[in-house]
């Protein structure tokens, strides 16, 4: 049995936090509640009583309590703390190091894994403020969900619904499995997806990359306990869970974010980049006499400058879709390339953007060939290899 502290922000996505502690008490946890004054106004501090069968904590000024110092006693007696929902204003509080309540204070006072689950309108979630404080709570540590995508009780739609309460659950039992989690305290990049290239205002250049063997290897290493950063191009993808996900469009983008995105401790560069672009007409091509004749312009080479940054990730891994000759082209890739691993696939039979794939793990020392499986399960064997990889070298 593992002890939960839930801290219960003001939001109306309050009332799920009920379907949390039940759901966490099913799986055969202990959770205690700190309900903030916001979020009394949306649920009772006799709710949570009564669902966690313990005392609820609202005020730091109880006489009692904190003659024990019970701010302290709250964040050390807790292997986890969750913050559900977490509103805008409470992130902020977080991220500013603010100690003005019961809450702020005790999460301040923690060396406790925190989980945060962000839930408040989707303009308050895209903005500016906001965008830096999560990035700044992920900074110090905390594990950061994003939130869903739907209609919300303002009446608007877009990011910003709490993930449910299932969701949460499971991302809190990862937090808690320090034994399955080899990767802890590790920063791994992930690329994936494809690159669109502008040609003008309406069209560009694209391939058929999915990115869904990208996005379950980022899966698979925030399962693992990577902190991962998912690079990614345009695709129709939910982030997995427990992952930092930048969106960018252009080869150009992504190795810029890219190079903001290290140091790390391992890369693995899944995308499809474009290996060309145009210079962009500013305005959509017409018909005219003939096709428009596009100058081809090279584009970056992220796989190349990450193998050769500095510092270096420890392993720099790669991928390879080839349609012929797939184990020699991989072999030459990862010369030229500089970088430790190549993953390569014969995408000549429609595997790019198909649900399975087929592999082979190519290194310096030799070729592995791995059965044809879902691309989940390839990711998981991966971030397995992976980790171990790392493990072998600290």
């Known amino acids: 049995m593992k002890r939960i502290l839930l801290i219960v922000g003001g939001g109306i996505a309050a009332y799920k936090a009920c379907e949390l502690i039940r759901i966490l008490r099913r799986r055969g946890h202990a959770v205690r509640c700190v309900l903030t004054e916001g979020g009394s106004h949306f649920v009772t501090a ?6 966690s069968e313990d005392k609820v904590y609202t005020t730091l000024w109880d006489l009692k309590d904190e003659a ?17 929902p977490a509103t805008a204003d409470l992130i ?21 894994p925190v989980l945060v689950a962000p839930a408040m309108n989707v303009r308050m979630w895209d903005h ?16 950061v969900l994003d939130p869903d995508e739907g209609a919300m009780a303002c009446g608007e739609y877009g990011s910003g619904r709490l993930p449910e309460p299932a969701v949460i659950a499971d991302a809190a039992e ?5 034994a399955s989690r080899p990767l802890a305290g590790r920063h791994v990049l992930v690329t994936a997806g494809p690159t669109h290239e502008p040609i003008d205002p309406v069209r560009y250049i694209a391939n058929r990359s999915s990115g869904r063997q990208g996005y379950a290897i980022a899966e698979a290493l925030a399962r693992l306990g990577a902190r991962t950063t998912l690079v990614t191009g345009p695709v129709g993808l939910p982030t997995p869970l427990g992952v930092r996900r930048i969106d960018v469009e252009t080869a150009d983008e992504m190795a810029a974010a890219v190079a903001a995105a290290l140091p790390a401790d391992a890369a693995v560069m899944v995308a499809a980049v474009a290996d060309w672009r145009v210079a962009p ?13 596009l100058s081809l312009i090279e584009n970056p080479d992220i796989l ?3 193998s050769h940054a500095v510092p270096r990730p420890r392993l720099v891994v790669g991928f390879a879709a080839e349609t012929e000759h797939v184990i020699e082209h991989a072999k030459a890739k990862l010369l030229r390339k500089g970088c430790d691993w190549i993953v390569a696939n014969d995408v000549s039979q429609g595997v790019m953007g ?19 499986d879902a691309k989940e399960r390839v990711a998981a064997g991966l971030a397995e290899r992976i980790a171990d990889a790392l493990g072998a070298e600290s």
């Open 174 to 178: 990862a937090l808690l499995a320090p």
């Open 304 to 306: 190349a400058a990450v």
């Open 92 to 112: 902020a509080r977080m991220a500013a190091g603010m100690a003005d309540d019961l809450a702020t204070t005790l999460l301040l006072a923690t060396d406790t």
């Open 46 to 51: 006799m709710t949570l009583a009564a669902l």
């Open 128 to 143: 500016a403020a906001t965008r830096r404080n999560i990035a700044q709570l992920r900074s110090d540590g905390m594990t």
């Open 354 to 372: 198909g649900p399975a794939n087929q592999v082979h793990l190519v290194t310096r020392d030799g070729v592995e060939t791995w059965p044809r």
């Open 281 to 293: 007409a500013m305005h959509k091509i017409k018909k005219g006499s003939g096709a428009p004749t």
């Open 68 to 84: 024990e110092m019970g701010h302290i006693q709250l964040s050390r007696q807790a292997d986890l703390i969750l913050v559900v």
